[in-house]
C-alpha cells in the first residue's frame, strides 16, 4: 500500500511505515504540486499543520484513500467535513505534546513578565549601565491569577506546573470540567470574567470557526491593565492588529507568542515591539516529543490501513 508523506516525519514514525509500506516523502520546503502529483493512488497521507487537506486533494488521492494522519494535535488543516462525508479517518497526536507545549506556555509566561528577551537584547548591545534600584521591573508569577482560556489536556498541564507558583487559577471552557476543576483548584468563569481579572492569559483552545478572532478588540479591551497575553495554541485565534494596539497603547504589558496568524510570515510591528516574546511554533519541539509525535503518527497509519480503528482519531 501507497503512504505519501507530504513533507517529512522523524525517522522514529517514518520508518515504522517504510518497514510496512511503499512511502513517498514530499520532503522540506513543502511543494504542494508534489503533493498534488504523489497523492494520486495513495491510502494514507501524512500532514502537518502546514499542508492544507482540502477536497480537492482527498478527490486527487482516490477511492483507495482511507486516512489522513497528523503529525500535530491541532488538525485545522484537515476539512474534517470533507473527510467524514467520504467515509475516510483522520487522526492526530494528542497526549504526547502535552507536557512540552504546556511547559513552552509556562517559560513564555516568565519570559515576557520578566522581560527576558528584552533585557537580554540590552545587555547584548552592550546598552546596560549597571544595576539600578528600579530598572527593568517585571512581574511575578507568584500570587497572580492566571486564566487558562481552554481546559482541555494542555490547559491543565499547564495549571499543573503552575502548583508552586502559587497562582489564582480560572478558565474558559465549553464544557463545565467540574472534575478538573476541583482537581486544579480552579474557577469557571465566562471569557469576559477571565479577562478582567486575569494577570495571564494562556491560550489553548482548538481553532475553529468559533475561536477565530475570540481575541479581537473587543475582548482585549476588557483585559486587566497590566495583562500578559500568551498563546501556544494557533495564531488566527487572536486578531494580530488588534493585539499590536493592545500591546503599543494598552491594556497588555507584553506578550509571549509560538504562533502566528500567516506562519512563517510575521508582522514587522509584533517584531518590532519590545515586549513581545516570539518564538517559531516550537510548543512541541523536543526530541522526545517529535519521536513520540511520529510514532503515533505511524501508529495511526498502521492501525488503519490494517483495518483497525486508530489510537487517536479525529474523525
Ligand atoms: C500541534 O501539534 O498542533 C502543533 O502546532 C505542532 O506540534
Known sequence: MKVVVARTLPAAGLQKLTERFDVEVGGLPFDRQWLYEHAAGAHAIVADPTVPVQRDLLDRAGDQLKVVSNFAVGFDNIDTEAVRERGLRATNTPNVLT???????????????RRIVETDGIFRRGEWVGWEPEQFLGRELSGATVGLVGFGRIGQRVAELLTGFEVELVFTDAQPMDEAAARHGAQRLDLDELLAVSDYVSLHVNLTPETKHMVNAETLARCKPGAILVNTCRGSVVDTAALVDALKNGPLAAAGLDVYENEPAVPEDLVQLPNTVLVPHVGSATRATRDAMATLCADNVIAVLSGEDPPTPVV
Open 99 to 113: 507536557n512540552a507545549t504546556a511547559e513552552l506556555a509556562v517559560a513564555l509566561m516568565q519570559a515576557a513578565g
